[in-house]
């Protein structure tokens, strides 16, 4: 009879821990439209987190799930997704938005609902300027700034010597907001700013820019390219000019737009980049194998940002024990979790981590880690 009634309580227990209310995260991010694919990436990063969790037993003794509000990359869209979020799913915090127009416009909604937010892969500095001391308090970047990134690239070239360098950047917000980021960032440090030049959508030939550059002598060329970055390094080779080049790169694409004897005689030998992110960093290797063992694709920086954002709410969930918003607030400012990338997730005063930033340079013909800022 004893034996009976134990197991009755066990499958009780069993079955009322099966059944128990998930806890709950909301992430917003972009799953329809022309970008859908990089929200698809931070979905995949996310539930990779989720899987993760839930197999070493879940959260507060509960399994912990992923609530979508897809934003389709419009403030218009976005703004009632994530109110269907909050005031439906009743989720306590937020990840999100991808999509820089509708961070900006669910940043009142999350003051008003007082429920956190954190901001996975949105780069602007303009979140970290909003955040916290003096600002809303309900937000939290985890993603280095454009700041951020232009001061560990600048932090680089000053240390071999550069004095002087020239900017450039294709229109659009992103790259120019970079270029304005990698100008403020050289001019803190003494360097002298020789040109600030936009190239226009659609421009194929930069030999006159490379020509205009080249007239101010700068120590370094910083890029910000995307569509230019194919015409800007066929017309770099094209002008024998052998002035170093670095900011945000795409090497792939300035490799395979020089010719095959200008890359192996070192044309492109001084070619350095900063990024937050890369799958050969030791770090993430474990990460980078288990993305891959479950999609059959290489993670992005969006798919791994959005990882270790679901583990740092998780964290805070975990240490605050409870999954409310007030108590995941408080438990995100004092925040000590490692990042695979190095260093912490701990916030500064404007609720901004500061995770290490990795500078890209040549190795023996192909990109690789050269430094760490």
């Not at 950047?169 to 020789?194: C, H």
């Not at 300035?254 to 004897?261: E, F, G, N, R």
């Not at 791994?304 to 975990?318: C, G, H, K």
């Amino acid at each position: 009879m004893i034996r009976a009634a134990l197991l009755l309580a066990g499958l009780l227990v069993t079955s009322t821990a099966y059944a128990a209310e998930p806890v709950r995260i909301g992430i917003t991010t972009i799953l329809s439209g022309p970008f859908a694919d990089r929200g698809q990436s931070e979905q995949y990063g996310a539930q990779l987190a989720l899987n993760e969790i839930n197999e070493a037993g879940g959260l507060l003794g509960r399994p912990i799930e992923a609530f979508y509000a897809d934003n389709a990359c419009k403030p218009e869209v976005g703004l009632p997704a994530t109110r269907r979020l909050i005031e439906q799913e009743h989720v306590p915090v937020l990840i999100g938005a991808l999509c820089t127009p509708v961070t900006r416009a669910i940043m009142p909604l999350v003051a008003a609902a007082k429920v956190p937010l954190v901001i996975a892969t949105s780069a602007g500095q303009d979140f970290v300027d909003a955040s916290g001391k003096g600002g809303n308090d309900y937000l939290f970047k985890t993603i280095p700034s454009e700041l951020d990134i232009a001061q560990g690239v600048i932090r680089y070239l000053g240390k071999h010597g550069v004095k002087s360098v020239a900017v450039v950047a294709d229109a659009g917000d992103f790259p120019r907001s970079t270029a304005v980021a990698l100008a403020r960032a050289a001019e803190a440090s003494g360097m002298r700013i020789t040109a600030d030049e936009t190239v226009a959508a659609g421009t194929t030939d930069l030999a006159p820019l490379l020509e205009k550059l080249r007239t101010g002598a700068p120590d370094a060329v910083l890029t910000v390219l995307f569509g230019s970055t194919t015409p800007f390094f066929s017309a770099y080779e094209a002008s024998g000019w052998k002035v170093p080049v670095s900011g945000r790169v795409d090497f792939a694409a300035a490799l395979a737009a020089v010719s095959p004897k200008f890359r192996d005689a070192g044309g492109l030998a001084d070619l350095t980049g900063v990024v937050v992110f890369s799958t050969a960093q030791e770090g993430v290797h474990d990460f980078v194998a288990s993305y891959r063992a479950h999609y059959g694709l290489m993670p992005t920086q969006r798919s791994f940002f959005v990882y270790e954002a679901v583990y740092l709410v998780a964290d805070a969930i975990r240490r605050a024990g409870v999954d409310e918003p007030a108590a995941i607030e408080a438990a995100l400012k004092t925040t000590t979790m490692s990042s695979r990338l190095g260093g912490t997730y701990a916030p500064d005063d404007h609720n901004h981590a500061h995770t290490p930033l990795l500078i890209l340079g040549m190795r023996d013909g192909k990109p690789g880690v050269i430094a760490f800022e």
